[in-house]
């Protein structure tokens, strides 16, 4: 049983920059698909953001394109989300989650394909 842990959500101005990070508590880290999706009241959940194993291959939503950056260290079994130039539609709870696969990019924004998730972490962005 793989356990994730967010952390690093908080309140920030539109424009601003926050860093969310996730950390797993099992040792098969480094072989997962890692995924960040967001869920805002009333709305569905929805894939953010995608990075491989390795960390070389990464996946974004078009509207994190440009301004979010997904990283990974797999000797700290943790993934990061940086998300730069936010905006007020960027509010939500964001999760990640880990598949048990190694092949990502098919239906990486699926919540299906994902296997964990965390408990989420609050990002709000004020106008």
């Known amino acids: 049983q793989v356990q994730l842990a967010e952390s690093g959500g908080g309140s920030v101005q539109a424009a601003g920059s926050l860093r969310i990070s996730c950390v797993a508590s099992?040792?098969?880290?480094?072989?997962?698909?890692m995924g960040w999706f967001r869920q805002a009241p009333g709305k569905e959940r929805e894939g953010v953001a995608g990075?491989?194993?390795?960390?070389?291959?990464?996946y974004y939503a078009e509207s994190a394109k440009g301004r979010f950056t997904v990283s990974r260290d797999n000797a700290k079994n943790t993934v990061y989300l940086q998300m730069n130039s936010l905006r007020p539609e960027d509010t939500a709870m964001y999760y990640c989650?880990?598949?048990?696969?190694?092949?990502?990019?098919?239906?990486?924004?699926?919540?299906?394909?994902?296997?964990?998730w965390g408990q989420g972490t609050q990002v709000t962005v004020s106008s």
């Open positions: 989650a880990s598949a048990r696969k190694s092949k990502c990019s098919y239906r990486w924004e699926s919540p299906e394909t994902y296997t964990y």
């Open positions: 099992e040792g098969t880290f480094s072989r997962n698909c």
């Open positions: 990075i491989s194993p390795s960390g070389y291959y990464t």
